[in-house]
């Protein structure tokens, strides 16, 4: 429903607003939304991270697991991402850039502050994981973060 939909014509003016307008029942992007989506994705890439950890870590090399580990949580983010855009069903592509906009903002500032100040990380070790050369593949999720909503909602639309 749009923001909108409670005035009539143009023509009337905008003296014959109607009651039709709720937030209650708007179905798009609130803040809420967007801070439980961004939410869902960190326990996604926790998950992914613990998986990577207790699981094929030993069998992989450091780098090799670094990458499937980026890789599957790729997929699980577009799992989630095109989930939540059917369910909350985001109204316009503006929506959508201001989620993935959003949710990147949130992990490069959840990225830096927490794995430097409270797991002790250097900025050299945090900024080797941006270094595509050598093979690295974090810089190609938080890509996917910004673009994936405006890309599922396209196709929905």
Not at 43 to 59: D, N, V
Not at 86 to 111: H, K, M, N
Request: aromatic share 16%; hydrophobic share 50%.
């Amino acid at each position: 429903m749009s923001l909108l939909a409670g005035f009539t014509s143009p023509s009337a003016g905008f003296t014959e607003r109607t009651a039709r307008v709720s937030t209650a029942s708007y179905q798009g992007l609130t803040l809420k939304r967007f801070a439980l989506g961004w939410l869902l994705l960190l326990l996604a890439a926790f998950s992914s991270g613990t998986l990577r950890e207790l699981g094929y870590a030993r069998w992989l090399g450091e780098q090799q697991a670094q990458q499937l580990s980026t890789l599957l949580t790729a997929l699980l983010f577009g799992v989630l991402i095109a989930q939540l855009g059917r369910r909350w069903r985001i109204s316009s592509t503006t929506e959508a850039w201001f989620a993935g906009g959003g949710w990147l903002l949130l992990t490069l500032l959840f990225e830096t502050l927490f794995f430097h100040y409270v797991t002790g990380h250097s900025w050299s070790t945090l900024g080797a994981n941006y270094d595509l050369f050598a093979g690295r593949l974090w810089p190609l999720l938080l890509v996917w973060v910004l673009v994936a909503p405006r890309w599922f909602w396209r196709r929905c639309h």
